[in-house]
């Protein structure tokens, strides 16, 4: 098996109380043949998903919301 490894820092503004803060997050290296392997014995055998379904809804939702923000250059509200 070959694995790719892209690494790269993500960094996050948070505004809360009108003060702006960033963060960076080291990115942690991952495998798509590993995940597709484990998408496809979920598929295949029943096995467990690899991402359980309401977090993959939620990094949709952020990157949805990142690209809203991108585009408007405003911030957009995040209620957890």
Avoid at 21 to 27: D, L, V
Avoid at 45 to 58: H, I
Avoid at 66 to 79: F, G, R
């Amino acid at each position: 098996k070959r694995y790719y490894c892209f690494i790269f820092i993500l960094v996050v503004s948070l505004l809360k109380d009108e003060k702006i803060s960033e963060s960076k997050i080291k990115c942690v290296p991952g495998s798509y043949q590993e995940y597709y392997e484990k998408v496809f014995q979920c598929l295949l055998n029943k096995n467990q998903n690899p991402v359980e379904p309401l977090s993959a809804l939620n990094v949709i939702k952020l990157i949805e919301l990142s690209l809203e923000s991108a585009s408007s250059k405003k911030w957009i509200v995040i209620n957890s």
